[in-house]
């Protein structure tokens, strides 16, 4: 199991970007979070198995077909038991 902290800038807030992603999540059995940032990038948490987690790191590239993705920044993450999420949320 392993952790991601993605920051995606471009065109992503104000499109379905999040909803699009939490989706995606469900169906890759990934948790965590997607949250607007002020500075317009959505970050997201992705928890889950390492296949999962990079796919879904892919899927951030895709988004909804009214975003516009330029940049997908990813760190590696470490979570202590009790932060692990256990679905995915936007908010």
Known sequence: MIARKCF????????FY???VARRA???G???HARNLADGRVEVLACGRRASVE????VLWEGSSASRVRA??????????AQWPGDFGTG
């Open 30 to 32: 990934v948790t965590g």
């Open 72 to 81: 997908v920044d990813v760190q590696e993450v470490e979570l202590a038991a």
């Open 55 to 58: 796919r879904f790191i892919e």
């Open 26 to 28: 469900a169906e890759l």
């Open 18 to 20: 999040r909803a699009t």
């Open 8 to 15: 995606v800038s471009g065109r992503v807030q104000g499109v």
